[in-house]
C-alpha cells in the first residue's frame, strides 16, 4: 500500500537556527499536506500544496512539493520555541469508487523538533 | 461553533472493561475517521466512516468497534480492554470539499491497567 516517511524522526535545534523535514511517498500524490502538533495538543492542518514544484510561506515557514509530486519538505528559518512540536506530512488515498477519496490521508510518522533557548 | 469535540479527555480501564468515546463535528462534513497514536508510531487509522451509514476498516481495527451514530456523531468502541491499547485516540472529520483537510479533536489520553 501507499507509504509516507518523513525524515528526520527527531530534531534538536538552539533557538535560531533553521530546520527543516523532509516527506516522501511511494506514490504521486495528487496534494501533499501538512499539520503541527504542539505537545499535549492535537494536529492542527497548515497547508496544502497542489501543483508540482509548489512554493507556499506562512511568515518562517516555507513549504514544497516536488515536481514530480512524490516528495515535499518544510522549512523552518530562524526557530522559536513556540516552533516546538511534531510535524506531519500526510498525502490522500485513492479509494476504489471512482477514485473519490474520501478525505482519507496516509500520515507520515512525523518529526519531533525540540527547540533549545 | 465547536468544531470536533471528544469525550471523555481522560480514562483509566482496567483490563478487559469496556468503554466507549465518542466523537461529534458540527461542521457538516459527511466523512469521519478515529486514529490512535503512540510514541513513535505517528497517527495510525482505526475505522473510517466515509459517509452517513458506512464505516471501514483503518490500518489497526482489531479489538475496537465503531458506530455511525448520525452525520454528527462517530463513537469508537474497545469491548474488552487490553494494555496494548493504552494510547491517544483522535477523531478527526474531514471536509472533502477541500481536498480532504482533516479537523482533529483534542483527543482522549486513554490507560488500560
Known amino acids: 500500500g501507499q507509504q509516507v516517511m518523513q525524515i528526520p524522526q527527531y530534531q534538536h535545534v538552539q533557538e535560531g537556527e533553521d530546520f527543516t523535514t523532509y516527506c516522501n511517498s511511494s506514490t504521486t500524490l495528487s496534494n501533499i499536506q501538512w499539520y503541527k502538533q504542539r505537545p499535549g495538543g492535537h494536529p492542527v492542518f497548515l497547508i496544502q500544496l497542489v501543483k508540482s514544484g509548489e512554493v507556499k510561506k506562512q511568515k518562517r515557514l516555507t513549504f514544497q512539493f516536488g515536481e514530480a509530486k512524490k516528495n515535499s519538505s518544510l522549512h523552518i528559518t530562524a526557530t522559536q520555541t513556540t516552533d516546538v512540536g511534531t510535524y506531519f506530512c500526510?498525502?490522500?488515498?485513492?479509494?476504489?469508487?471512482?477514485?473519490?477519496?474520501?478525505?482519507?490521508?496516509?500520515f507520515g510518522q512525523g518529526t519531533i523538533l525540540t527547540v533549545h533557548p | 461553533n465547536a468544531g470536533v469535540t471528544q469525550t471523555p479527555k481522560f480514562q483509566v480501564l482496567k483490563t478487559g472493561q469496556s468503554m466507549t468515546l465518542q466523537c461529534a463535528q458540527d461542521?457538516?462534513?459527511?466523512?469521519m475517521y478515529w486514529y490512535r497514536q503512540d510514541p513513535g508510531m505517528g497517527l495510525r487509522l482505526i475505522y473510517y466512516s466515509a459517509s452517513e451509514g458506512t464505516t471501514d476498516k483503518g490500518e489497526v481495527p482489531n479489538g475496537y468497534n465503531v458506530s455511525r451514530l448520525n452525520k454528527r456523531e462517530f463513537s469508537l468502541r474497545l469491548e474488552s480492554a487490553a494494555p496494548s491499547q493504552t494510547s491517544v485516540y483522535f477523531c478527526a472529520s474531514v471536509n472533502t470539499g477541500a481536498r480532504g483537510t482533516q479537523y482533529f479533536g483534542p483527543g482522549t489520553r486513554l490507560l488500560v491497567l
Open positions: 500526510a498525502g490522500p488515498d485513492v479509494g476504489n469508487a471512482g477514485g473519490t477519496s474520501y478525505g482519507k490521508l496516509t
Open positions: 461542521m457538516n462534513h459527511n466523512s
